[in-house]
């Protein structure tokens, strides 16, 4: 690995990683935290990060080896909650980053959680399902040590879904020697999952789009939308925000980018997608260029791919009103000040993309009443939980005279920290 680690305390080598572009959000709340500012390092740092083996038999019958971690960024606040993902890029440095987003992104909506994430090095298309399988299950018992109901509750993030939680909380349940549904969410349905838990982030998304842009002075039937992800969050959103009325004039996903000016037939395009093609191969779309995508005219831009896409190039370039981060991380601090000082709104991930968690709180909770709710009701929370996170967030922005990143991150580390002081320190 190219990283180094000494002690807790990590270094990162590369200007562009996850957890450094963290760590400068975090400079940039400090000032705002008045006297728990003291407390500040703790945020700097995670709490716990362990990193595993994962041996598999292929189908071949060659043995193979993974790289997979859990992080448990901080637990003051409550158990650890955050996703897992399968994916090449995926390195300590960006499973403790996104980890840290989860401690922002549950206290920023007031979830009673910690911040947590894990990842395996994998490219999950180029796996078997039975290797898939193995690989799952076989990482849930090395991370078995930090996971379970009232410690760490893993979801699903990049390239994981209901089927791999349906694993984990298999393997997990066999490990302990009782069903317990709570220890993943983002699960089927018949295994305990909830009902609106696939959509969420991806309303979520929506949700805080339709409600920024009312306060901008636009509704979103009419408006131009672009779309960079078209998996379970962008695809989701790109959805709802047709329904509304929305015009989507361009998508991207990993076979490249798209574009129709008259507007792209978004449900035919998942239903393409879900049999196995990709947006190129996709009638009624034109491709075009990674540059060209992003200065296609539009009034919200949704990034729902990967860390690190807002670059300042593209910042400098990209034709929006407002930006809703429905992928975590996606914006570098350096193009935040850029759109900043071109007058673009940027709603943040830990606010943009929190619906997913969100419903998984309700899941949870649901798991451990064993009583379960409607869609309409838990659409009805998540919409009071999110208008109401975003609220206070306008406001604090406007109140600190700050972005609504910085603001998000007021509110979050100030709950965070209060926490921390009131617990103080063991021994
Ligand atoms: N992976 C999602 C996120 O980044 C959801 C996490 C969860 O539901 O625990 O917010």
Known sequence: MANSISGLSYVPNTPSSPWQVYLQQVDRVTPHLGHLARWV??????????????????????????????AQHNLSRGPGKGGVRFHPDVTIDEVMALSAWMTVKNAAVNLPYGGAKGGIRVDPRQLTRGELERLTR??????????????????PDVNTNDQIMAWMMDTYSMNVGATATGVVTGKPIALG???????????????????????????????????????????????????????????????????????????????????????????????VSESEFWQIKSDIFVPAALENQLTETRASHIAT???????????TPAADDILHERGIVVVPDVIANAGGVTVSYFEWVQDFSSFFWTETEINDRLERILVEALKAVVHTAEKHKVSLRT?????????????REQRGLYP
């Not at 603001?407 to 926490?419: D, K, P, Q």
């Open 41 to 70: 390092e703790t945020l700097k740092r995670c709490k716990r990060v362990l990193a595993v083996d994962i041996p598999i038999n292929r189908d071949d019958g060659t043995v193979a080896h993974f790289e997979g971690f859990r």
């Open 138 to 155: 076989r990482y849930t018992s090395e991370i078995g040590l930090i996971i379970g109901p009232d410690k760490d509750i893993p979801a």
């Open 193 to 287: 999952g909830s009902l609106g838990r696939r959509e969420a982030t991806g309303r979520g998304v929506y949700i805080t789009a339709r409600e920024t842009a009312r306060s901008l002075g636009f509704d979103i039937a009419g408006s131009r939308v672009v779309v960079q992800g078209f998996g379970n969050v962008g695809g989701i959103a790109a959805r709802l925000f047709k329904a509304a009325g929305a015009t989507v004039v361009g998508l991207q996903d990993v076979s490249g980018a798209v574009a129709n000016d008259a507007g792209i037939d978004v449900d035919a395009a998942l239903e393409h997608v879900a049999s196995g093609g990709t947006l190129r191969d996709f009638k009624g779309v034109t491709p």
């Open 321 to 331: 009103r407002l930006v809703v981060e429905g992928a975590n991380g996606p914006t």
């Open 407 to 419: 603001a998000a991150f007021i509110i979050a580390c100030t709950r965070v920290l209060a926490a």
